[in-house]
């Protein structure tokens, strides 16, 4: 299976991104292969919604969505990739998301299967609700499988998150994908 994961974490070190790394060793050693894009890092501009696209493209700006777009299609699973920030989804992955506007269809068209990795300092059992609805609400609207979710709460760092049980689960959610 190919998989394409979106990570959305400015600290390229941080703890949601030692989760992904945690995945992505887990499918590989499964025998998947495995592209990340660096949405926090990347060229890519807020959707501005002028419906140039038509809702299924191409999109006017010229960036680095471009590049992205056919390896989103080309996937048989997408894994979204954050931080929480204020309980929601990181700002640069949201940005990238907002994007699909552009390639709905097409990806409503592959029923993709799909995870979600976040690490949130914050342990409350509330923590991750309005990310899990969110989240869920993309997997019904694009036809997504829900593959998982890893949401480690109590991950403020990336020491705390390599001594919780969340790197553990990351690696077995991708080394037991079919």
């Not at 890519?44 to 056919?70: A, F, S």
């Not at 690490?119 to 990310?131: I, K, Q």
Request: net charge neutral.
């Amino acid at each position: 299976m190919k998989i394409i994961m979106l990570e959305g974490s400015p600290n390229r070190n941080g703890s949601s991104n030692l989760l992904s790394d945690s995945f992505r060793q887990g499918a590989e050693a499964a025998g998947h292969t495995v592209e990340i894009i660096d949405a926090a890092h990347g060229n890519i501009h807020p959707c501005t919604g002028c419906i140039h696209c038509g809702y299924e493209g191409p999109c006017v700006q010229k960036d680095d969505m471009e590049k992205i777009r056919p390896k989103i299609l080309e996937a048989d699973m997408v894994v979204f990739v954050t931080p929480l920030y204020y309980y929601g989804m990181s700002a640069q992955l949201k940005t990238l998301i907002d994007r699909f506007c552009a390639f709905n269809s097409s990806i409503q068209r592959k029923h993709m299967k799909s995870a979600l990795l976040a690490a949130a300092w914050n342990s409350d059992n509330w923590t991750f609700e309005a990310l899990e609805c969110h989240y869920k609400t993309l997997v019904r609207y694009l036809n997504l499988t829900d593959m998982g979710m890893i949401l480690g709460t109590g991950c403020g760092t990336p020491s705390m998150t390599q001594h919780s049980m969340f790197p553990r689960q990351a690696y077995q959610l991708g080394n037991q994908l079919k």
